[in-house]
């Protein structure tokens, strides 16, 4: 899945049965929480990028962001990010950054404004055996329902090939058009979402 496509969350930690604890191998089984959504750091960026090669390369033989520009945005706005670990693995990431203009452009790809509203999607991916079980789907939700929570974030935007804009409307985002970037011969319809509907849901989830 791909989008070409600071208040941290609580983890979604799964605690054992009563009783389970007894067990020493239960015990080294929960060490490291069952599954956790975080924000990513510059420490997750090769395996951020591991992820992203795989699901992309085999597609479209490019990657949305290269590494050394996953390490420039974890270390510039890791609160931006949104990383899916299951026991300490992460399995599904999305990385952002600001943008302060109307419309995405070519140097959104590689940008970061600080004094931008809008929060640019540059990648969604899933591990590919994670893939098919929706976690693409509770990941970008629960990723809008974190920059809902960001009052500096008016709105999400990113850019998608047209098969996946159904997928991405099924949250609230809306087509705007073509969009103005081209990656070699790929072409993209540019989408934005207002978050004003899931900062309440944040609101009211308690998250």
């Known amino acids: ?20 604890l007894a067990s020493p ?3 080294r089984r929960h060490t490291l929480p069952a599954s956790e959504f975080r924000c990513l750091t510059p420490e997750d960026a090769t395996s951020v990028f591991e992820i992203e090669r795989e699901a992309f ?7 949305p962001l290269c590494l050394d520009e996953v390490r420039h945005f974890l270390t510039l706005c890791p609160e931006l990010s ?10 599904a990431f999305i990385i952002g950054s600001l943008w302060d203009e109307e419309r995405l452009t070519q140097e959104s ?18 591990h590919r055996t994670f893939r098919q079980q929706g976690k693409g789907s509770v990941l ?20 998608c090939e047209h098969p996946l804009v159904p997928f991405y409307e099924k949250f609230g985002f809306q087509a705007l058009g073509p969009c103005a970037v081209s990656v070699g011969s790929l072409a993209f319809t540019e989408l934005r979402c207002s978050l004003r509907r899931h900062a309440s849901l944040r609101r009211n989830s308690g998250c």
Request: hydrophobic share 40%.
């Open 140 to 159: 970008l939700w629960r990723y809008l329902q974190h920059l809902g929570g960001q009052p500096a974030v008016r709105r999400a935007a990113l850019m």
């Open 57 to 63: 390369i085999s597609v479209s033989g490019t990657c």
């Open 1 to 20: 899945m791909s989008t070409w496509s600071v208040h941290p969350l609580k983890p979604a930690t799964l605690h054992p049965p009563p009783g389970d």
């Open 25 to 27: 191998s239960r015990q």
């Open 82 to 91: 949104l990383g899916w670990f299951e026991e300490g693995r992460l399995v």
């Open 109 to 126: 790809l590689t940008l970061h404004r600080p004094a931008g509203r809008t929060a640019h999607l540059h990648v969604l991916a899933v």
